[in-house]
């Protein structure tokens, strides 16, 4: 079985300002790893995801993630936020092949992040 | 490309009726999910499907039934309402490159 655990259930940051989101993860197997965003009364849009390779991955609206395998974190970072930027986000996991949890994706709580002007 | 459609996107049910919400891809992908989000808790998996004709129970399938005649349609059933069942609905729906695409939702309240 695969959980996933983000670690704050809200962050509040200004305008400008720097962010971290993290997400721990646990699994028995290897994991594709994803970060959704929802806006309000919307559904999830996937900002960006790590299948294999270089360990540091960006995605849409200037959010990056690392994914550190030996701390099973993948957290995700912005250096400048914005108002837009007020959404829900999700982590998620994904068993990489074969097993019962095959091709079923495992979330998080979600972080609210709210940013102020 | 409409991608995933949900329908309806509110609906209020009285205890013990039963209703069925839609949900539809256009992208021809072979793997669908229903989910429900309910605040803090994060999405929890009812049910999927990987292909027409194959379905399976994820972590709260109980009150639900599903069933995928067709590639493109995947209808989520609640038989008999309950309060416990008032959550957000999503479905979504997904290819071989693990990326799930999701609907907007169905709000459903119980009362």
């Known amino acids: 079985a695969q959980s996933v655990t983000q670690l704050d259930s809200q962050v509040p940051v200004f305008e400008e300002a720097p962010v971290e989101l993290r997400c721990n993860y646990s699994s028995s197997v290897s994991v594709y790893l994803f970060w959704y965003v929802q806006y309000p009364n919307q559904g999830l849009q996937l900002l960006l995801k790590y299948l294999s390779g270089s360990t540091l991955v960006k995605g849409i609206n200037g959010f990056e993630a690392e994914f550190n395998k030996s701390q099973t974190s993948f957290h995700l970072r912005k250096p400048s936020v914005h108002i837009s930027d007020t959404a829900e986000y999700f982590c998620?996991?994904?068993?990489?092949?074969?097993?019962?949890?095959?091709?079923?994706?495992?979330f998080g709580q979600g972080t609210i992040l709210t940013v102020h002007p | 490309n409409a991608g995933v459609t949900q329908t309806p996107k509110f609906r209020i049910l009285k205890i013990g009726q039963s209703m069925t919400l839609q949900c539809t891809q256009d992208?021809?992908?072979?793997?669908m999910y229903w989910y429900r989000q309910d605040p803090g808790m994060g999405l929890k998996l009812i049910y999927y499907s990987v292909g027409a004709g194959i379905t399976d129970k994820g972590e709260v399938p109980n009150g639900y039934n599903v069933s995928r005649s067709t590639t493109e349609d995947f209808p989520l059933r609640l038989e008999l309402a309950a309060p416990s069942q008032t959550s957000v609905y999503f479905c979504?729906?997904?290819?071989?490159?693990?990326?799930?695409?999701f609907g907007d939702g169905t709000r459903l309240s119980i009362l």
């Open positions: 998620a996991v994904l068993q990489a092949a074969g097993g019962t949890s095959y091709g079923k994706l495992t």
């Open positions: 979504a729906s997904r290819v071989e490159r693990w990326a799930q695409h």
């Open positions: 992208m021809n992908h072979n793997y």
